[in-house]
Every structure is written in C-alpha cells, then in structure tokens.
C-alpha cells in the first residue's frame, strides 16, 4: 500500500509539487512522519491565521458537501477532550443524515469505568449539543476496542450508502482508518487507498472501497486552537499528552489551597469546605499543591521556564476564570491537558491557562 502522508494539523494529505495546494511541504522538510503542511506551521509557529490554513470556511464548505449527500456520517470523538474535539455547528452541516459517534481513546480512561456508563454521558453530552446520533460506540483506534463492534455497525446503518468520516484533527481518525483497513481489507492492498478531491473545491479526502458501489471517505479535520498542546513545543508534548491510562491523583483540598499543573496552569480553592479534587492528567505531569498565598511567587520564581510559553512571563500573564461548582460530581476541563474531578456543592475555584486555551465545567465524566 502507498503510505499516504497527512499533515497532523489539518488532515491534508501532504504533497510537495505545488506550493498553492493544500498539504504543501516543501520536498527538503518532508523528513520523519509527523509532519505539518507549510500552512499549518505558519499557524502553529507565528500564529498566522488568515490565507494560511485550510480555513474554518473550508472545512464547513466540506460538511456543507457531506451534507448534500445521502450517506452515513461516522463522527469521532476524542473522549479525552470530549467537548474540544466537538465540531461546532456539526448538525447544522450534515443535514438529515444519519450519524454514529464513535467515542475514541477509551484506553486513556480507568479501566474500571463501564462503558455503558461512558456511553450513556456521550449520548447526555451529544443531546446537549442537539445531536441525537443513531449510535454511540466506544472506541480505542489505538486498542482495536470494539472494531467489530463499529464494522457491524457501519455495515447496518450505511444501508447501502458512502459513508464519511468526520472529526477535529487528532481525535484519532487516521488511526483507526488504518485499523478498520488492517482488519477488514479484501481488496488488493494497492487498490486500497485513493485520494481524491471533493469536487469544486481543492480539498483532498481519502477514498476507500466498501463494496463495488460505495466507498468510505475520510475527510480533512481542522485543529482546535484552544488545547493547551497548541501552545507547548513539540519536544514538550511528550510530557502532556497521556499515553496509558490515566491514574487519578487524590487531593483533600481546603480553601486558601492551590493545585498547580506545571507551569501550565492552576486552580484555586476559594470557597467551599473540604473537598477532594481528583486530578486526571498525563502521569508525567507534574502537579504541586500549595497555599494559594504563595502561589504567585512560586509560579514567578520557579516555574515560568518548566514550559517555555510565548507571551508567558508571569502568573499575570494567564488567563483566570471562576467557577461556582454545582451539586453532584463536576469535571472542571483544561481542554488537551486533562481535567479535575470535584465535589463541592456551592464551591468557587478560579483556574488560570495560557490565553486561548478553553477552560470549561461539565457533568463529571467518571
Ligand atoms: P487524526 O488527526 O484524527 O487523524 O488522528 P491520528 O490518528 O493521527 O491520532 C492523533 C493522536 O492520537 C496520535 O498521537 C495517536 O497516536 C493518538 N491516538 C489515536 N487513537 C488513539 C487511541 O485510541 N488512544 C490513544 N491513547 N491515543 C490515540
């Protein structure tokens, strides 16, 4: 099969013959597997947004596309970042079309959480967003989890019918496209793959056979700007992103306390009796508690260089929001590094990130 290379940004696929086309790199810096298009660098490294990226505007011109057609829509889902990975205004898009969710990266959760309990918060978070999908399965690319599972399931809600794949880059989609080929191909490897272009525009998707009359896509994703990977250097990401299971991490908290994850960002107790914040990050994360009094001058003095984030010198340089925590378990998600789980009904905590990076509460995952 002929390694198709797609740029980890924008999903294009990566091509060095024409410098105006989507995924172009120039031929000397195609030189190891994780590589981005010339656009997405511009955007990642100097933050230029505007005539460098495969736009917002593409993007949703191609589910406008997908909209148009009669066909199953499987849209997959980071279930690490559940609402970063979202693609807002995705109904809007897709039309009447049917949609299977697939809810990837399970391995990072406690195997100890059922995946009828995970299921039924995905479908609670989808109906939120309007989204009322024709199932929900829970998935790891990385793990084969349930690929018969989803095989089944496309066959039975395809009817007959093309199917896209749709999802925010990094969700894991390439992953599991690879997975779904390993294990179900009955074609010659080399007709396996074939790239072609939605017509009327210049955007690349991936074609794969399902039968002699439909083909499965998969589509080009645009990256959130707002996870915290996106502001910490390649080299650092290692430290970030979690690779195993996540290991709760348990802290009796009182208020005047403060919880630092690294140098990238911070929660404050501030109102509330003692609660446990349980802390679901990467294991090489480092996470300090401290008194929130001296805070401040710990972050200024010692940790400003743990991660080197532009436009970051002090702890006034990050952005604080407040939240009033609500009965029952809530989750206060820092979007691509992980999220905190607590209790404290009537509480206040106040978080500090990097700006741009979302910060949100939500009904406790786990
Ligand atoms: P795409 O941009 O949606 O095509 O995503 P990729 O397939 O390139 O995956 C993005 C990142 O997520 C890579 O670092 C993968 O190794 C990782 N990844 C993909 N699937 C899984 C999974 O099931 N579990 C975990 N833990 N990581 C995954």
Not at 42 to 67: A, C, P, W
Not at 277 to 303: E, G, V
Not at 316 to 330: H, I, V
Request: with cysteine; aromatic share 8%; hydrophobic share 35%.
């Amino acid at each position: 099969m002929e390694k198709v290379m797609k740029c980890y940004g924008c999903g294009a696929i990566i091509q060095s013959e024409d410098e105006k086309h989507i995924g172009y790199v120039p031929k000397q810096a195609i030189n190891h597997d994780h590589v981005l298009c010339q656009r997405c660098f511009q955007l990642k490294n100097y933050h230029r947004l505007q005539d460098t990226h495969m736009s917002k505007d593409d993007f949703l011109e191609i589910l406008g596309l997908v909209g148009e057609k009669d066909c199953l829509v499987v849209y997959m889902i980071d279930l690490f970042d559940f609402q970063g990975s979202l693609i807002q205004g995705l109904i809007r898009h897709i039309g009447f079309n049917d949609v299977l969710v697939l809810a990837n990266k399970r391995d990072l959760l406690p195997k100890s959480v059922k995946e009828r309990k995970l299921e039924h918060w995905v479908r609670r978070q989808l109906k939120e967003e309007g989204l009322k999908p024709v199932d929900v399965i829970i998935t790891s690319g990385k793990k084969n989890l349930n690929l018969d599972t989803i095989y089944d399931a496309i066959d039975t809600y395809r009817k007959g019918r093309d199917v896209y794949v749709v999802g925010m880059t990094n969700v894991g989609k390439s992953t599991f496209i690879n997975a779904l080929l390993k294990h179900y191909a009955e074609v010659e490897e080399q007709n396996l793959i074939t790239v072609s272009e939605f017509p009327g525009t210049t955007l690349n998707l991936i074609e794969i056979p399902l039968d002699e009359n439909s083909k499965l896509y998969d589509t080009p994703g645009i990256m959130n700007e707002n996870q915290m990977t996106h502001m910490i250097k390649p080299q650092e990401l290692k430290k970030v992103i979690p690779q195993t299971e996540l290991r709760p991490m348990v802290y009796q908290l009182n208020v005047g306390q403060t919880i630092y994850f690294d140098g990238l960002g911070r929660i404050d107790y501030l109102e509330g009796n003692q609660a446990s914040f349980i802390a679901y990050f990467s294991r090489n994360l480092k996470i300090h508690r401290t008194k929130t009094q001296k805070a401040d001058d710990l972050y200024n003095r010692h940790m400003t260089l743990t991660y080197e984030i532009e436009g970051i010198d002090t702890i006034q340089d990050m952005k604080a929001y407040e939240f009033t925590l609500p009965q029952g378990k809530c989750d206060i998600v820092i979007s691509g590094l992980g999220f905190m789980t607590i209790s404290s009904h009537g509480g206040k905590v106040r978080v500090y990130v990097p700006p741009r990076v979302s910060v949100m509460i939500r009904e406790a995952i786990i």
